[in-house]
């Protein structure tokens, strides 16, 4: 069945192109979005019949590497357009299909009457084909083209609309927005390529299971590991928003909802992640690059969770709150917890994502509105919204047992016995700031008093988008049982699952087996008693008074910091853009490209024209100086050929 | 018989004195006609080696150089005529377009 894998990326290639090639002539918004949908769809029915397939193989016979053709050679060099169909990747491609489907659905209702409407479909396709590339890929150039594909598709839809104004640090339309996406995460392609080199230079070749195969001679701790892992991080915190690039991904929410929900909270934003957990081996071999990348993870998580708190913008909390949790995913793969992260990214695929089509049917709902603090009393008015929002809330936020409380629990659980304390403590703030700012964002939209202005009758949003929801609520409230771990009598399937995919990690790392199943069952009462710490106060909070923000601003200083983002953006502005803005200006154009490049130019044509005029002046126009000329020159020559 | 060296000085002398007026004269006419004493200059030449080297060869060349000079003289006097109707002169330095 795993030949076929060709055929999950070749629908979506055909969706966009009868799409991109034809939409403008379809009128019907229904078919152009019928034929998105589907392409996405089959993708999903393949792989997961190639998925049922596996299940029914021996662990062992699980993998395999189907090649379609070979995309570049030269020399011993080779790389072909091969797909890696393994534990892991049919596991992220049933996420990215299952909830690309579903988002392509919503984005029928929600895109209704956009005069882009086709174009949006043409790029949610072609955003899909890129990231089966990326996850199926079984070598780094082909992921990277996956990878730079997802990136030009997430630059495509935030400025979809652009022509609609965006208000931010240096930005002023949708476009400069797309523009910060695209510079920020060149800086994490470019060390991801020097990455890619080094194990190029390394290994002699750039195919997973040949670089791995070479991993198992290199001794844990070596120099060139550490440098290759902490460059394919570094493109990690670009693509996956962590310290110090996540500054793209809170302005991205100027793309449309479905845009958000499917890009940057489901899928794109998770390609770091599972770009690092593909490689595990050779973070394993990297003990230093792996602490690194847990710190990072948690001091991003803790510090996204914050600002969280501060920020009224509904999609902008969003925003914040999946940085938060790409940041527990990389605080995962730090302690080497790949397959706790790996089950973090999936559930979180299908609450996010449920929260930011909840959302975007909100904002629908109130005509463009997405202040929280205009919002309140749609509870009665969008019960279907209201409902799913509210249970990924509750799975975000942790509350056994929906999906988010087993994958969470397992990486603060790991944190706490594989690395420190101190991480599972941040990570347990982070935690409580999370369902601290999710209850208080549920609060201010739905319950309460209706703040929304007068003059708009909201309602609850058509089917295509209410089905979606419904069916990611489920998925939120489920998706967390293919992860019981064994002290709550689970049997942690996806752990199993994907257990010899992380077999030569594991190998290496030699983590010590757990029994204090005491200190397990404490550490998960804390994490619960957090979680309804969180919601209570949360709830309780604004419930009371839709301006207790009032009470959070008596902490001063301290609350415009977190408001104004920890003023990042703006230390970047000065520290970065503006003087690279003003370099360029002035030493850059003023004086290297007008002074000196321009300066030879020019001065080369000066110098044509100076001796030119000199030269033109033998071209007296008068016959008789030429004759005289070649007279002369033929006495020249006679007198030449005399004398000699 | 008068020896060829003379000949050939007539010939010589003739032919400077073309080069000079063709390089020296304003008036296209003249140059026109200097270059005629230059082709006859030639023609002399031939004809002396001619009947010195008792070859007539040389002679039937001189009838095909008057062929030739009569056919230019043709060419050249139709193309001076045209010059002056359109610029009401034949001095060649105010016939200078070629220039820069």
């Known amino acids: 069945m795993y030949e076929y894998v060709g055929l999950i990326v070749l629908f979506p290639l055909i969706g966009l192109l009868i799409n991109g090639l034809l939409g403008r002539k379809i009128k019907s918004e229904v078919l152009v979005g019928t034929i998105g949908s589907a392409a996405v769809g089959l993708s999903f029915i393949v792989a997961a019949a190639i998925f049922v397939d596996m299940l029914g193989a021996a662990a062992d016979d699980r993998s395999h590497v189907v090649t379609l053709f070979t995309w570049l050679a030269a020399g011993s060099f080779k790389v072909s357009a091969a797909y890696q169909v393994d534990q892991l990747s049919i596991l992220m491609t049933l996420v990215v299909t299952g909830v690309g489907f579903l988002i392509h659905v919503y984005s029928i209702g929600y895109m209704h009457g956009d005069r882009g409407f086709w174009r949006f479909f043409t790029y949610l396709n072609l ?22 594909g997802v990136g030009l598709c997430s630059y ?32 994490g392609d470019f060390a991801f390529m020097i990455g890619m080199f080094l194990i190029f230079k390394e290994f002699g070749t750039l195919t997973y299971y040949e670089v791995m195969d070479q991993a198992e001679a290199v001794a844990v701790g070596d120099g060139t590991m550490f440098w290759i892992t902490l460059l394919l991080f570094i493109g990690a915190t670009g693509k996956s928003a962590q310290i110090p690039l996540f500054i793209w991904l809170p302005d991205a929410m100027a793309g449309p909802t479905p845009v958000s929900a499917l890009i940057h909270a489901a899928t794109m934003v998770t390609a770091g992640v599972y770009m690092v957990a593909r490689n595990a081996a050779l973070y394993a071999l990297a003990p230093d690059t792996m602490m690194i990348v847990a710190i990072v993870g948690a001091v991003t998580a803790i510090m996204a969770a914050s600002i969280g708190i501060a920020q009224n913008d509904i999609k902008k909390v969003l925003a914040y ?16 917890a790949f ?74 659980w790991k944190a ?54 419904i069916v990611l609520a489920f998925l939120a409230i489920f998706g967390g049982f293919v992860g019981v771990p064994a002290v709550l009598g689970g049997g942690n399937a996806i752990h199993q699952w994907l257990h010899p995919v992380y077999f030569q990690a594991e190998q290496i790392m030699r983590l010590p087996e757990h029994h204090n199943h005491a200190l397990e069952y404490l550490l998960m009462g804390i994490s619960v008693a957090i979680a309804l710490g969180g919601f209570l106060l949360g709830r309780n909070m604004y419930l009371k008074d839709p301006e207790a923000d009032r009470k959070l601003m008596k902490l001063g200083v301290l609350y415009r910091v977190l408001a104004n983002k920890y003023y990042i953006d703006e230390a970047y502005d000065g520290a ?30 000066r110098l044509a024209t100076a001796t030119s005029s000199m030269l033109r002046t033998v071209q007296t126009g008068i016959i008789q100086n030429y004759a005289a000329v070649l007279v002369l020159g033929i006495v020249l020559v006679l007198g030449l050929i005399i004398l000699i | 018989m008068i020896p060829v060296h003379y000949y050939l000085i007539v010939s010589a002398i003739m032919f400077i004195t073309g080069v000079v007026g063709v390089l020296t004269r304003r008036n296209a006419i003249i140059i026109f006609m200097c270059i005629e004493l230059m082709l006859n200059s030639v023609n002399l030449t031939f004809v002396a080696f001619s009947a010195y080297l008792g070859n007539v060869s040389g002679q039937i060349f001189v009838f095909f150089v008057m062929a030739v000079a009569a056919a230019e003289a043709a060419v050249g006097l139709a193309i001076v005529i045209a010059l002056f109707r359109n610029r009401q002169t034949v001095n060649i330095n105010e016939i200078n377009l070629l220039k820069w």
């Open chain 1, 127 to 148: 955003f899909i084909f890129a990231m089966l590339n990326l996850v199926l890929a079984d070598n780094y150039v082909l992921m990277f083209l996956g990878w730079e």
């Open chain 1, 156 to 187: 495509l839809l935030i400025g979809f609309w652009y022509d609609k104004k965006f208000p931010g640090v240096s930005i002023t339309w949708t476009g400069d927005a797309a523009n910060k996406a695209f510079y920020v995460n060149r800086i």
């Open chain 1, 321 to 336: 709150s999946t940085v938060s949790q790409l940041g527990f995913m990389f605080l995962a793969l730090g302690v080497g």
């Open chain 1, 339 to 412: 397959t706790a992260a790996i089950f973090h990214l999936m559930t979180h695929a299908f609450f996010k994502a449920c929260l930011f089509l909840g959302s975007g049917s909100v904002i629908h709902a109130l005509h463009e509105e997405q202040d929280i603090r205009r919002m309140g009393g749609l509870k009665r008015i969008m019960p279907r919204t209201y409902w799913t929002f509210l249970i990924s809330s509750f799975a975000i936020a942790g509350f056994p047992p929906l999906s988010g409380f087993f994958s969470k629990d397992e990486i603060l």
């Open chain 1, 416 to 469: 706490f016995a594989d690395a420190s304390p101190i991480l599972w403590g941040i990570g347990a703030i982070a935690a409580f700031m999370t369902a601290f700012y999710m209850f208080r964002m549920v609060t201010l939209t739905f319950l309460g008093e209706a703040r929304w202005e007068s003059g708009k009758h909201p309602h609850e949003s058509p089917a295509s988008m209410t089905i979606p929801l």
């Open chain 1, 576 to 605: 970065v853009v503006k003087p690279l803005v003003k370099s360029s200006e002035t030493l850059l154009y003023r004086v290297f490209d007008v002074g000196i490049i321009d300066g030879i130019v020019n001065g080369l044509g």
